[in-house]
Structure formats: structure tokens, C-alpha cells
């Protein structure tokens, strides 16, 4: 099962702070723990707890919040997230992030983005490719191809493209201003707008008009849907037309004809993809919380390959599908395209 290492792979669905590194939580909860803030051995006991609830995972994040507050862990945790993503061979990552406030640690919603930004700045293992092909900014890190004696390509290269959040929890007003701020941020490899946070939490008409005003900008959707059941909150939701959406897992035969013909795609876990009811329509395998789940997205490929009975080829052709619900713009899917075609003979 090498194999589902080695294919490239496309991630369009992660959550940073679900995708912390154990490890990282751990050295996190130690040193606040020696600060008094918080009782360590409580901490460690959750982080290292396998199997969740969704309550759980909510509570969680929570936690992880308190341990990610400042500028610079936030930069860390964006660093290592995209380097681990590399080492999986994740050939173009979509992170998507909650902009957060924090008066205490001067922190706005902008200077939460620049941390990430730096996060990816400061990435060495790799070569980042992040601003849009067509921009010339300064966090333009398109990198320039280190070459070994034969002219091969030597380091990995990943395309990372950034998703703002909207929090469940937060107001229209809130939620607006990170809509603005990912306009502010398009240059900086912001590609569009991610609805998440606790599905018991929060009412549509909050949110739905920050979407709306999205959408009015040009800015693609990628909402998580029907986590729980909630067939008003699902209509709401493709009232707006996304691109795409997340989970979908208590949907009504009409809704799910209405997914179908606007052929929406869905992004899964491996797990879910085993419950679906979704033959035939386009799915893109995630990990959505690495971290959290314990998991990777080669791990993710193993599950739905082992399950199904699906070869190589077949996993390398659901990876590559992907390409088509990117939110980078066509420059990036061409690259994308090349990339797979040069590594399909090795696939099949
Ligand atoms: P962050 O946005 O802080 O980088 O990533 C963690 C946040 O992503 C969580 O607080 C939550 O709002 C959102 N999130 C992560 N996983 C899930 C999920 O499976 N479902 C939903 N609805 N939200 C999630």
C-alpha cells in the first residue's frame, strides 16, 4: 500500500488547528502548563484521547484554541501543517483557517492572517508555490526549480492555497469583515470562503448574508452541510450555489437531486465515503482534521482503496479528478494537470 504514499495527492479540505501535530500540542500544553495556565496532565489526557464524539472534537478545538493564540504559534502550526501535508505528497493543499481576534495577545483577524502567511514563508522543507500565478506581490513564494546535475526537479514543490473560515459562532458583522479581509488577502493565495464550526451552534440567517456577500464578490463557497439534520438550514445553504460542500451527511432524496444536478462536489473522509449514498457524483477524499482524527490523507486513500477493491489506477484517478474543484485559478490546474501526467506511468 506504498502506493497510496506515493501518488500525488490533492487536499481540499483541512482546518489548520485540526491539523496540529500531537507532538506540537503536547510542547504547547507544557509550557502553559508551567505558566499555571492550564493543568498539563488534564491537557495531555485529551490530546492523546482516540475516538471522539462530535461534542468532543467541538470542545476540543476549544482547547486547541488556548494553546494556538499568539502570533507566533500560529505561524509554527502553519508551518509544520504544510510540511507534513509535503511529506504526503499533497502536490496542492487548500488550509482553510478561522481569522481570530484576541485583544490579549494584540492579535486582529489581518495580523491572525499574516501570522499564516509567515507560517508559509517560513516553510523549508519544501518549496511553496502560494500567491496566484498572476500576481507579483511580495508573498509571491513561487519558487524558482532547484535543479540536480541531470535537470531534474530535486525538491518537492506544493501549491497552498488559503480558505478564511466563518465560525458558526460568529455574528453577521464578524462574519462579514472576514469576508472583506479575504478580498484584501487575494493576492496573498486567499481563494475563498469556508463556512464550519459547531452545526448545533448558530442560525443561517447569521451567516447567510456573509456568504451572499461573497459570493456577490466573486469569492468561491465551500460550506460544511447537514453534519446534523437540518433540512431548512441545507436548503438555506443551496439557495447560495456553492462550489462546493463538506460532509453532507443528513440529506433529504430532493436536496440530494439538487446536489446532483448542479453536480456540487462533496468533500469526504474516507469514513463517510463508506456511509454515502453518493455513486457516480463527484467526492474529493479529505482529511479535514489530521491531527484531530489521528489519520493522513495516504491513510485516508488506503481505507477507501482496501474497502472498495480499487487498484492503483483507480485511486490515481480519483486523486486527479480533484484538480477540476480547485479554487486556484486555471494557471495552477495546468500545473496540477502536468504534475499528474508526468507521475500517471508510474500509476498505472
Ligand atoms: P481553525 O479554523 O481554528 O484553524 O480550525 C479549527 C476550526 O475548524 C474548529 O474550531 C471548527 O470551527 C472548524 N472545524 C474543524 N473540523 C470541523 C468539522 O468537522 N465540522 C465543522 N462544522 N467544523 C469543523
Given at each position: 500500500w506504498e502506493w497510496c504514499h506515493e501518488i500525488p495527492k490533492i487536499e481540499l479540505h483541512a482546518h489548520l488547528n485540526g491539523s496540529i501535530r500531537d507532538s506540537t500540542l503536547l510542547e504547547l500544553a507544557k509550557v502553559l502548563g508551567e505558566k499555571g495556565v492550564i493543568v498539563f496532565e488534564d491537557v495531555a489526557h485529551v490530546i492523546m484521547k482516540n475516538g471522539r464524539s462530535l461534542p468532543e472534537c467541538f470542545k476540543l478545538f476549544d482547547l486547541y484554541h488556548i494553546l494556538t493564540t499568539d502570533h507566533e504559534t500560529v505561524?509554527?502550526?502553519?508551518?509544520?501543517?504544510?510540511?507534513?501535508?509535503?511529506?504526503?505528497?499533497?502536490?496542492?493543499?487548500?488550509?482553510?483557517?478561522?481569522?481570530?481576534?484576541?485583544?490579549?495577545?494584540?492579535?486582529?483577524?489581518?495580523?491572525?492572517?499574516?501570522?499564516?502567511?509567515?507560517?508559509?514563508?517560513?516553510?523549508?522543507?519544501?518549496?511553496?508555490?502560494?500567491?496566484?500565478?498572476?500576481?507579483?506581490?511580495d508573498y509571491c513564494l513561487e519558487p524558482s526549480p532547484i535543479n540536480d546535475t541531470q535537470g531534474r526537479i530535486k525538491r518537492k514543490k506544493i501549491y497552498v492555497r488559503l480558505l478564511l473560515s466563518i465560525d458558526r459562532r460568529e455574528t453577521t458583522a464578524s462574519a462579514m469583515e472576514t469576508v472583506d479581509l479575504a478580498m484584501k488577502l487575494k493576492d496573498y493565495g486567499v481563494v475563498g470562503i469556508d463556512l464550519s464550526g459547531n452545526p448545533v451552534v448558530g442560525e443561517c440567517q447569521t451567516f447567510i448574508p456573509a456568504l451572499k456577500h461573497a459570493k456577490e464578490l466573486g469569492l468561491p463557497l465551500t460550506l460544511h452541510c447537514a453534519e446534523i439534520p437540518n433540512r431548512k438550514e441545507v436548503q438555506a445553504m443551496l439557495g447560495i450555489h456553492p462550489e462546493r460542500i463538506g460532509h453532507a451527511c443528513f440529506i433529504e432524496e430532493e436536496e440530494w437531486r439538487r446536489i446532483k444536478s448542479a453536480k456540487i462536489p462533496v468533500n469526504l473522509l474516507a469514513s463517510f465515503i463508506m456511509l454515502h449514498p453518493c455513486s457516480k457524483h463527484p467526492v474529493v477524499l479529505c482529511t479535514d482534521d489530521c491531527g484531530l482524527f489521528s489519520t493522513t490523507l495516504s491513510n485516508e486513500y488506503y481505507l477507501v482503496a482496501s474497502t472498495f477493491g480499487l487498484d492503483k489506477g483507480q485511486m490515481f484517478q480519483l486523486a486527479r479528478s480533484a484538480i477540476e474543484f480547485v479554487f486556484a485559478d486555471n494557471g495552477v490546474k495546468q500545473a496540477l494537470r502536468s504534475i499528474f501526467e508526468a507521475a500517471e506511468s508510474n500509476a498505472i
Open positions: 505561524a509554527r502550526i502553519t508551518k509544520e501543517v504544510v510540511e507534513d501535508f509535503a511529506a504526503e505528497n499533497v502536490v496542492y493543499l487548500e488550509l482553510r483557517t478561522t481569522p481570530k481576534k484576541n485583544e490579549a495577545k494584540g492579535m486582529t483577524k489581518q495580523s491572525y492572517m499574516k501570522a499564516v502567511i509567515d507560517g508559509l514563508r517560513a516553510v523549508d522543507t519544501v518549496d511553496v508555490a502560494l500567491a496566484n500565478s498572476d500576481s507579483s506581490t
